[in-house]
């Protein structure tokens, strides 16, 4: 077990993740980019902003100086669309190390994903990937639960061995694309699960719309190089099912707002949006049409009512595919 790990991070998931890795005789620093923040926590033991109710474990250190949260395993737990920020200020510090990205999502402008921006901006290091249906609650709470843990290369059962724990199980793959293009695009579609509630179109519709967005998924991904069975994992099908499903998703509340004609939460990460418009950049409509159907939405260039009618108007075909 490694008796140090850095926590890059300190929003809902991060501290979930410290409060989950904390164990005798092992430290765990938690990096938060606001200094008052980190203060907060030090002094109160929780992070009340973002963790309300769960308390800080003695061997769990916040901070706010980068450096003092360094250790061979880092686990980065920023959004997609700020880790290249983070990476680019601090790569010097980060060569050589396990940098674990515990987000998900597709970056803006590039398309790509966090193991591949993570290769590009600090090659030196080695990358990893945590994923799977999880809240940070359960985790916090020490509630069972599942994850990937994606990397290629050796290494990769010493770090599953250091980062599992007795309620956080976790399962070894050495598919990177599949594992990350799985929990990137569940968003997407969570987000469009909301929107099909939050319009009243039922729960059967719903349960239409993750099953063909999950075909959706499987075959991007696999044109990307993934394998099919990484989708039917839990880093596809079960993170899909858990965050179409309930309101504790941040996508999925962001589509019940769409759908019901209001305005989405204000301050709360969302990964699903910028993934949407990504991808809709990169790929056409035919391939990814709930993916297509979402970033119009979002975007403006179509309403509620044209996205269903685009939707449902879609030529009939076979299941498969």
Known sequence: ??????????????????????????????????????????????????????????????????????????????????????????????RGRMLVACCKGVELGTGRLPSEVIAEVVPEARAAVLTGPSFAADIALGKPTALTLAMSGPGGEALQAALSTRSLRLYLSDDLIGAQLGGALKNVVAIAAGITMGAGLGESARAALMTRGFAEMTRFAEGRGAESETLHGLSGLGDLVLTCTSEKSRNYRHGLALGAGRPPEEGKTVEGVATARALAAAASADMLPVTAMVAALLDGRVTLAEAVELLLSRPLKRERG
């Open 1 to 94: 077990m490694a008796d140090r790990i850095g926590v890059i991070g300190a929003g809902a998931f991060g501290t979930a993740l410290a409060v989950a890795q904390a164990a005798p005789a092992r430290e765990i620093v938690l990096w938060a980019r606001d200094r008052a923040a980190a203060a907060a926590m030090a002094e109160r033991r929780e992070n009340a902003a973002r963790l309300p109710g769960v308390a800080l474990p003695a061997g769990v250190v916040p901070t706010a100086e980068f450096d003092a949260a360094l250790a061979d395993v880092l686990l980065l737990a920023v959004p997609t669309q700020s880790l290249r920020g983070l990476l680019a200020a601090h790569a010097d510090a980060l």
